[in-house]
């Protein structure tokens, strides 16, 4: 195979992906474990392989519309082709508990910017089944702050960008960038990539009226 620049930053989808905390839903009876099942496999005989996928549709590396929280928000089947490809920006984060306004005011960030942000998270958090310990996220100050500052697109290496202790900062986070055409890339892999500039090709499945998208992620650096 030949060498390539580009970076895969996507979980691989299958039994095994890390499990969304669902300690925030009300009502999580209707949560389902994420499945992909075999229903005909060639190695064991049967003329074709296929398989069937049963998921949330935020499972694994997706991207959430505003329809996830704003009432008529914008839905992933007609979100812009270029709010998830072109120019993004790493910025390794060091605080271990959140993202922070004072960590992020140095790095001048500007309108239209796609920010994707490394953590502790990445490699680690996606290492179980379902993390029960502490993980980055971003603090309703900071992503005030970056919905001001107007930016095209955040992603977070986590399955969601917002703490559940309060509870209301899952709605107060994902509520800052949604409800001003910010959407959001959850459950990024950014273990062993650099801080920098890079190009990202991210797209979602084109799901009708979608609160939300599956999508395969990958990045290389700009030189």
Request: hydrophobic share 40%.
């Amino acid at each position: 195979m030949a060498k390539t620049d580009w970076i895969d930053i996507t979980l691989p989808l299958g039994k095994e992906i890390p499990i969304l905390p669902i300690d925030y839903v009300a009502d999580d009876s209707k949560i389902k474990i994420p499945m992909v099942d075999r229903l005909f496999d060639v190695d064991k005989g049967d003329k074709v392989t296929m398989s069937q996928i049963s998921m949330n549709s935020h499972d694994g590396t997706h991207i959430d519309s505003p329809l996830h929280f704003i009432p008529g928000g914008t839905t992933i089947d007609v979100m812009p082709i270029e709010t998830t490809m072109g120019p993004a920006r790493v910025i390794g984060i060091k605080d271990d508990k959140e993202i922070t306004v004072k960590e992020l005011e140095p790095y001048n960030i500007r309108s239209g910017e796609r920010i994707l942000f490394k953590t502790k998270n990445s490699g680690k958090v996606f290492a179980v089944r379902q993390y029960k310990g502490d993980f980055v996220t971003i603090s309703p100050e900071a992503a005030k702050y970056l919905a001001e500052k107007k930016i095209r697109l955040v992603g977070m290496d986590y399955l969601t960008i917002a703490s559940s202790d309060p509870i209301e900062n899952v709605d107060i986070v994902h509520r800052a960038f949604l409800s001003n055409g910010i959407f959001i890339i959850e459950g990024l892999n950014l273990d062993g990539v650099e801080p920098g500039d890079y190009e990202l090709v991210c797209l979602p499945l084109r799901l009708e009226r979608g609160d939300a998208g599956p999508c395969r992620a990958v990045i290389r650096p700009i030189r």
